[in-house]
């Protein structure tokens, strides 16, 4: 269970929160209301463990991982998509490398290495099919299609991207990642009908655990199952 207990924030001599207590159940999906400026993103924030609260406490589960999609997409720009979505997984990306240098080994290798880099690489497949790489490439796939990503748009660098698909980049990596929770603040911003529909039922099918901010009513009441307000700092 995610909880945080009587958490409160200052800003100045502004209270944000003010001893702001919420639990949400594994695998619940809520929605956080109210209106710009209550804090919101800040109670997000603060369940990320990017801010600290100025008094409370937040209680996660001891090894529970935590997506937190921003509306600031944090997406590298030196990388193709498909390299962005597999740095969620940065072990699979590396033994792909791997995989990859050997092959190119094996192409200009004298006789008396092809023994040896052929055990190396039926080694390093074995490793790669063991740690689910070929479910990660196919759950990739599954991910940007339902964005509305096109396959041909995987070998393109991210900075070729608009800023609204940088946003579902960040989406897109944050649910290949399949982290415990996921916090979603806005996460309909800059996604067509399509996409905001298959996001629905990704939501509505998913274990994490759920809290998004979205001022889309229609989005929230097809796949929240309950709502919170924020206003005035309670």
Known sequence: MLRLAEVSKWYGARRVLDEVSLAV??????????????GKTTLLRIAR????????????????????LTQDPDVVDERTLRDEMLAAHADILEMQREIAEVERALAAAPNGELERLVDYQGELL????ARGGYRV????????AGLGFREEDRDRRTDQFSGGWRTRIA???????SPDVLLLDEPTNHLDLDATEWLE??????????IVVSHDRYFLDCCISRTVELEGGK
């Open 25 to 38: 159940s594994p695998g619940e999906k809520v929605a956080l209301v109210g209106p710009n400026g209550a």
């Open 49 to 68: 463990g990017e801010e600290e609260p100025d008094t409370g406490r937040v209680q996660l589960p001891n090894g529970w991982q935590v997506g937190y």
């Open 126 to 129: 074995a490793r790669f099919e």
């Open 137 to 144: 490439e196919a759950e990739i796939a599954r991910v940007l």
């Open 171 to 177: 989406l897109a990596k944050l649910l290949v990642r």
């Open 201 to 210: 039922g990704y939501l509505k099918t998913t274990s994490a655990t759920t």
